[in-house]
């Protein structure tokens, strides 16, 4: 679960920035897998309302939230999202565009594109996937006032716990780096963006690479 885990932390950093409370949000999650599931696992226990999420048969939708355990067991009984009962059920790529605080693309890459941009109306967009949309599609959401967090700072759960486990962590203390590390590199690369009015997939390569030089320097020294 510590890519989704980590997922969770850049949400969370998002809506602090913009001042919207977690337990006043709604979250739509793209995808139910070992990303998808652990971020709607964790933002419910924020407090945050996860009211649609999608799998390649289709979107469930309920404006008044959905119940993880329950759509946990439906997943691995039925092998679908789709079918929870008495939901909305729409097709996957609806769940783009539907009226809510926070999307999160978490299994596909390149599904928020010409085709949807300007449909769509949430306030955050966290990519939990690889690569869910370009660079200039994230440049044109930025110029919309849509706040993206990067794939390279808000999925890097993943290989933060990697590290933890060749470095022979245990479970609780993976969890508190993965925390600690994408909470402050997602503060960072926030600030940076507001500050030089770019993009925070530009902030976050200016600061890698810095970070790069300086290691570079060091190595040579």
């Known amino acids: 679960g510590s890519t989704g885990f980590g997922v969770v932390q850049a949400v969370k950093v998002a809506l602090e920035f913009l001042g919207i409370d977690v337990k006043k949000s709604a979250v739509a999650i793209e995808g139910f897998g070992n990303v998808g599931s652990f971020a709607f696992k964790f933002l419910q226990e924020m407090g945050a309302k996860i009211v649609a999420v999608s799998d390649s048969q289709g ?3 309920e404006p008044k939230g959905l119940d993880y355990k329950k759509l946990l067991a439906i997943k691995k009984k039925t092998g679908s999202v789709i079918n929870y ?3 909305q059920k729409l097709n996957s790529e609806k769940i ?7 999307l999160i693309p978490a299994a596909l890459p390149d599904v928020i594109n010409e085709k949807n941009i300007n449909q769509i ?3 955050i967009i966290v990519e939990g996937a690889n690569i869910p949309m370009s660079e200039e599609t994230e440049k044109q959401l930025w110029q919309k006032n849509i706040l993206v967090v990067p794939d390279i700072v808000a999925n890097s759960g993943g290989v933060i716990s990697s590290y933890c486990e060749y ?3 245990q479970c609780e203390k993976m969890f508190d780096i993965v925390k600690k590390k994408i909470t402050a590199t997602a503060k960072n690369i926030l600030g940076q963006a507001k ?4 993009t925070p997939r530009e ?3 200016k600061i890698a690479q810095l970070r790069v030089q300086k290691a570079m320097r060091i190595a040579r020294s």
């Open 203 to 205: 902030a976050a390569l």
């Open 59 to 61: 979107t469930i939708y």
């Open 121 to 123: 109306k949430a306030k």
């Open 85 to 87: 009962p008495n939901v």
């Open 96 to 102: 783009f565009t539907l009226p809510i605080d926070i």
């Open 195 to 198: 500050r030089q009015k770019i």
């Open 167 to 169: 470095m022979g962590y």
